[in-house]
């Protein structure tokens, strides 16, 4: 007679990925490219070296990496980069993800964007799959963006916003709160996203990679500065939303509008972290903030046809999951600095 538990244990390949602190991890971040057509200054130095195309990961390749850890249990997965829609065939690379999606073993494909190809891409995008976009945007003023991204376009980039809004993909836009730089504009970005109906999440700063002169403790303006500003003008309803990651939610009660705090310097999100980061050269880092990696581009090109070293390779890096970042301004000297660019890992 069949053992019927048999059906219900996973395969013992396929058991999902749990790390030591009993997080399940269950959200992948995907860095397809290095590249970008913007030198954002928090990003990246405007002179970037960027990596020789034979070190990237192919689009098959990350095609099956991806498929691995759907197996393994991944049902969230977000595009970054670098900027993931600079990255020629890509759509080809959705759609064939768009599989996973259509089984239901995959329930979202997300992008972060600067949004500097939307007007052109939107509409591919949403016939795809794709439901919900990041849109990275840090002023209104079109002086100031250029200043901040050295090399972007802003009427291209409102134009993309705006066409990805009317072919129905949900926005939420990403701003990085900069002192000095977008203090002034903090209720006109809430409100024009509340008038648009965006969501729009605010980032602290993050010391990663040599970006050149800047001063980054002088770029840090705190988000619980940030907060009791909104406060002066705004009715704030904690909520107790989470999505494993590292924001913290609220509701403006007077425009009803979400919004995001990711504050990886003034507060620790890492108890329920619940995502690992693979970068566009296959390897997989357990925590943004830690310099701990595993390359799992070799296991993946070795065995062409066999996963399971590559599996054994995640396992045992999920075991080595850290508990937390050491990001810490606190002493005002950076602590914790990872020397690794924004643009590799992915934000
Ligand atoms: N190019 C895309 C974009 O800009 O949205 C995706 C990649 S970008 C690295 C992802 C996010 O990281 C963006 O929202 C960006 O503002 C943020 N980011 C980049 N460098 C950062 C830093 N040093 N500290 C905090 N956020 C950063
Ligand atoms: Fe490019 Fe995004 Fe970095 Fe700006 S933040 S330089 S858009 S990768």
């Not at 997300?110 to 190809?117: E, F, M």
């Not at 802003?154 to 990805?164: D, H, P, Q, Y």
């Not at 993050?206 to 002088?218: K, L, Q, V, W």
Request: glycine content about 6%.
């Amino acid at each position: 007679m069949l053992n019927e538990n048999l059906f219900a244990q996973p395969l013992d390949q396929f058991k999902p990925l749990i790390d030591p602190y009993m997080r399940r991890i269950n959200y992948l971040r995907v860095s397809v490219t290095d590249r970008c057509d913007f030198r954002c200054q928090y990003c990246m130095s405007e002179n970037m070296v960027f990596l020789p195309k034979k070190d990237l990961m192919t689009l098959e390749e990350l095609d099956r990496l991806c498929t691995i850890f759907i197996q393994l249990g991944v049902t969230n997965i977000r595009l970054t980069g670098g900027e993931p829609l600079v990255r020629r065939g890509l759509l080809d690379f959705i759609k064939n993800m768009s599989r996973h999606l259509n089984t239901g073993a995959l329930s979202e494909l997300t992008l972060t964007t600067n949004g500097s190809q939307l007007t052109r891409l939107s509409k591919p995008l949403y016939d795809l799959g794709v439901r919900r976009l990041n849109v990275s945007l840090d002023t209104l003023d079109p002086d100031k963006f250029k200043q901040v991204t050295r090399w972007g376009n802003f009427s291209k980039v409102i134009n993309g916003i705006m066409t990805a809004k009317e072919c129905g993909l949900k926005i939420k836009i990403n701003t990085v709160a900069l002192k000095g730089f977008n203090e002034n504009e903090l209720f006109d970005l809430t409100s024009w996203c509340a008038q648009n109906e965006f969501d729009i999440t605010f980032i602290e700063v993050m010391p990663m990679g040599d970006i050149g002169n800047e001063n980054r403790i002088g770029q840090f303006w705190s988000l619980k500065n940030l907060r009791q500003r909104l406060e002066e003008r705004y009715t704030l309803i904690d909520t107790p939303e989470r999505s494993g990651g590292p924001a913290t939610y609220i509701k403006v009660w007077e425009t009803n509008q979400k919004i995001g705090f990711i504050t990886p310097l003034t507060h620790n999100f890492c108890e329920s972290c619940n995502r690992v980061r693979v970068t566009c050269t296959g390897e997989l880092f357990m925590c943004l903030g830690q310099e701990d990696k595993v390359d799992l581009k070799t296991p993946l090109r070795k065995y062409p046809n066999d996963d399971r070293p590559t599996i054994e390779t995640i396992r045992r890096a999920i075991e080595a999951k850290p508990k937390g970042h050491d990001f810490d301004y606190s002493r005002q000297t950076i602590q914790g600095q990872v020397t690794r660019y924004m643009n590799h890992t992915g934000g």
